[in-house]
């Protein structure tokens, strides 16, 4: 099984700060995804095949990355990004989510 | 407009069984993959379960497999999770998705339900 270690695991960021997340998959993977979820909600679709935006999604949110490493930045935080966010392989069964980082704001 | 609507959660004895129901409307059913992820209180999200769009095959992680059962009625746009040998472990909101796309990674979850809670206690 592939495991997804992300990084950090909590941070807090101003608003208009850049940040970004880290994925590091322990074997190489096709594709990261991205999803973000606010407390007491579903999961929400962020990036899919590492760097395309879902639908209806800012684009102050990128992906990037290949084979282990891959990252999510916001290009300038806004109070509404605070959430955890979880990658996702799909690349080797089972599918794996990392354990997720919690983005506060400062 | 897409949407998955769970029902079938609530409280159950370790050992019995339970059945999630997920109903779709807004899409072509029996166009899509579907899956269920789970994710026990306070803790991250864990896969548990997916099926191919005809229904014709299915698949499990290690943790769940010979004890949950993913079905579909494209019929009546349903899809189903039925959980047999409950453990303590199981407990958690479970999440049905609807699964787009495929090539060189399976399909991924693109929409997801609001969820269902399955607490299994005695």
């Known amino acids: 099984e592939i495991v997804l270690t992300q990084s950090p695991t909590t941070m807090a960021a101003s608003p208009g700060e850049k940040v970004t997340l880290t994925c590091l998959a322990s074997s190489s993977v096709n594709y990261m995804y991205w999803y973000q979820q606010k407390s007491s909600a579903s999961p929400k679709l962020l990036i899919y095949?590492?760097?395309s935006l879902a639908s209806g999604v800012p684009d102050r949110f990128s992906g990037s990355g290949s084979g282990t490493s891959y990252s999510l930045t916001i290009s300038s935080m806004e109070a509404e990004d605070a959430a955890i966010y979880y990658c996702?392989?799909?690349?080797?069964?089972?599918?794996?989510f990392g354990a997720g980082t919690k983005l506060e704001l400062k | 407009e897409v949407q998955l609507v769970e029902t079938g959660g609530g409280l159950v004895q370790p050992g019995r069984s339970l059945k999630l129901s997920c109903v779709a409307s807004g899409f072509t059913f029996n166009n899509y993959w579907m899956s269920w992820t789970r994710q026990a209180p306070g803790k991250g999200l864990e896969w548990v379960a997916s099926i191919t769009n005809s229904g014709g095959s299915t698949y499990y992680p290690d943790s769940v497999k010979g004890r949950f059962t993913i079905s579909r009625d494209n019929a009546q746009n349903t899809l189903y999770l039925q959980m047999n040998s409950l453990r303590s472990e199981d407990t958690a909101t479970y999440y049905c998705?609807?699964?787009?796309?495929?090539?060189?990674?399976?399909?991924?979850?693109?929409?997801w339900g609001q969820g269902v809670m399955v607490t299994v206690s005695s």
């Open positions: 998705t609807r699964d787009v796309g495929g090539g060189y990674d399976p399909p991924f979850f693109d929409y």
């Open positions: 996702l392989q799909l690349t080797s069964t089972p599918p794996t």
């Open positions: 095949y590492t760097s």
